[in-house]
């Protein structure tokens, strides 16, 4: 069964993460991803350790479902077949610093000029306005954007989130984008630019922080793992490791507390509303991680959820993947045969009439290259 974006071309010209990511995401819903590499390849190619069959795994993680075509678009040859391939894509996605790619004819406004269908989509760090010269990378973004100065302990430095949260963020919202244009062109014919930056991901994905400030007047402040605004919402000891207890509502705090056989507290004035308990945190923590020092994490894990408390351990990544078992997502999904075969993670989108599909692995660089420039040689291409 075809993928829902069967019959859609995506030239993508874009590198390392934000962009690679959105166009796996599109590759595995059926679109006919062409990764277009410069003559040393992606950079994540280099990336490395950790490595999979002398390949870096970071590589191998965001580009499955492509075909590779490598171009020095400084050579005129390279860079025709390169504007052939934009004249002929339903949609062009790239990621260099705005007008990088201007003057080899392969920006906007010449490709709309070729194709006037097309959607093009640009990933940028800081916009094309008066931040369109400062480089995009996720650690400055988590810098700039307040990220950091939430992360840690109150006392201690500010940290960095442990992925590039906002190069993933600005990949999914190229991927909204991307959908939305496609729409509107099926329903009038017409082609559009989508642009994203990571600033502006990182701000819109800081939600209740930004909420704070932007209507609050309030500038949040880091408090270690707790929440602001709800508790607990947060890690609590067990009798071995912490555990994550979100009872974020007065029906779930009735239930733990049932489930800690100390019901009395859910019926205490100093607790009785989010609002108390959230006031009077310092007095209930104690209370609840007495009655958790006498389980493991994982007995009081079972337990509570049964009676529709949300927790969970804190678990390391080979930890995660074996609870996603557990649930029978099946979070690992092989692609290709043989000795290309390539373990990657499930597509986390489900559609019950056009599933998505890994039709192919990670390509090796210009894998593809002779068959893509045949094609493109082709005058009914």
């Not at 990378?137 to 988590?142: A, E, R, T």
């Not at 056989?261 to 310092?282: C, K, L, S």
């Not at 209370?287 to 994490?297: F, G, H, P, V, W």
Request: net charge negative.
């Amino acid at each position: 069964m075809k993928g829902p974006l069967d019959g859609v071309l995506v030239a993508d010209f874009s590198r390392i993460l934000a962009g690679p990511y959105a166009t796996m995401l599109l590759a595995d819903m059926g679109a006919d991803v062409i990764k277009v590499e410069g003559p040393r390849g992606d950079d994540t190619r280099t990336w490395m350790p950790p490595v999979r069959d002398g390949t870096s795994t970071y590589y191998l993680g965001i580009n499955r479902g492509k075909r590779s075509i490598a171009l020095d678009l400084r050579d005129e040859g390279d860079a025709e077949a390169a504007r052939e391939l934009a004249r002929r894509a339903d949609v062009v996605i790239e990621n260099f610093k705005p007008g990088g790619l201007d003057r080899f004819g392969l920006g906007y406004d010449d490709v709309r000029t070729a194709n006037p269908g097309v959607i093009y989509s640009s990933i940028t760090g800081f916009g094309t306005g008066a931040g369109r010269d400062v480089p995009g990378y996720d650690l400055m973004v988590q810098a700039i954007s307040g990220l950091m100065s939430l992360t840690g302990d109150p006392d201690g430095p500010p940290y960095r989130a442990g992925i590039s949260v906002f190069d993933v963020m600005a990949g999914n919202h190229a991927v909204i984008g991307i959908l939305a244009a496609l729409r509107h062109r099926d329903a009038t014919g017409e082609g559009q630019r989508v642009e994203v930056n990571l600033l502006s991901s990182a701000l819109t994905g800081l939600v209740n922080h930004s909420s704070a400030y932007v209507a609050g007047d309030v500038v949040p402040y880091r408090m270690g793992n707790a929440h602001p605004s709800v508790f607990p919402y947060e890690p609590l000891p067990t009798k071995d490791n912490d555990l994550i207890v979100s009872a974020a509502n007065d029906g779930q705090f009735r239930k733990l507390c049932e489930v800690l056989g100390i019901p009395e507290i859910a019926d205490d004035a100093r607790f009785a509303t989010n609002a108390d308990r959230t006031a009077n945190r310092e007095e209930l923590r104690p209370l609840l991680t007495e009655k958790l020092s006498t389980r493991s994490a994982v007995e009081w894990f079972d337990l509570l959820v049964a009676a529709g408390v949300p927790c969970g351990p804190i678990n390391t990544i080979d930890g995660g993947f074996a609870m996603a078992e557990r649930f029978e997502l099946e979070p690992i999904v092989t692609v290709g045969e043989g000795e290309r075969a390539v373990p990657t993670t499930r597509h986390p989108i489900r559609f019950s009439r056009t599933p998505v599909s890994y039709a192919l692995p990670p390509p090796e660089l210009d894998e593809h290259g002779d068959e893509i420039r045949k094609w493109l040689g082709e005058k009914d291409g």
